[in-house]
């Protein structure tokens, strides 16, 4: 899985530095299930007023869970992400995505969330394959 990065912006890249919403708006025009999922995720956190909201929805596809593990493994991916949204993600499993408000990082619920032991209770055997 890879982006789809329009002649303008590959240009702009040789260049020098590019504008972080064009390559924002690249990761969305190439991830549409990731940016989809972040972008409820980020929605339900803004609605519900807390500290953090998650997906526990698996992907139907195998290419939406590439394009999940694509934008999520990726540090210029999850780090413009990040600075669209205003907040920070955290990973789990092939589907497990997590906003949490910058102000959260450092609550019992983001270390909870990003623990070996939170990794381990987030485990199924539905997912061996993800």
């Given at each position: 899985m890879s982006l789809t990065v329009p002649p303008s912006l590959l240009d702009a890249a040789e260049r020098g530095p590019v504008d972080d919403a064009d390559f924002v708006a690249c990761v969305r025009d190439s991830l549409p299930y990731a940016w989809q999922t972040v972008s409820r995720v980020v929605a339900e956190l803004e609605t519900t007023g807390g500290d953090h909201a998650d997906n526990v929805e698996p992907p139907a596809t195998d290419a939406e869970r590439g394009q999940l593990l694509r934008a999520l493994a990726s540090d210029a991916i999850r780090g413009g992400l990040e600075r669209h949204?205003?907040?920070?993600?955290?990973?789990?499993?092939?589907?497990?995505?997590?906003?949490?408000?910058?102000?959260?990082?450092?609550?019992?619920?983001?270390?909870?969330?990003?623990?070996?032991?939170?990794?381990?209770?987030?485990?199924?055997?539905e997912l061996l394959n993800c």
């Open positions: 949204f205003g907040v920070r993600l955290a990973f789990q499993n092939c589907h497990r995505v997590a906003a949490f408000r910058t102000t959260a990082v450092d609550s019992p619920a983001y270390r909870a969330f990003v623990s070996p032991r939170g990794q381990l209770l987030n485990q199924s055997p």
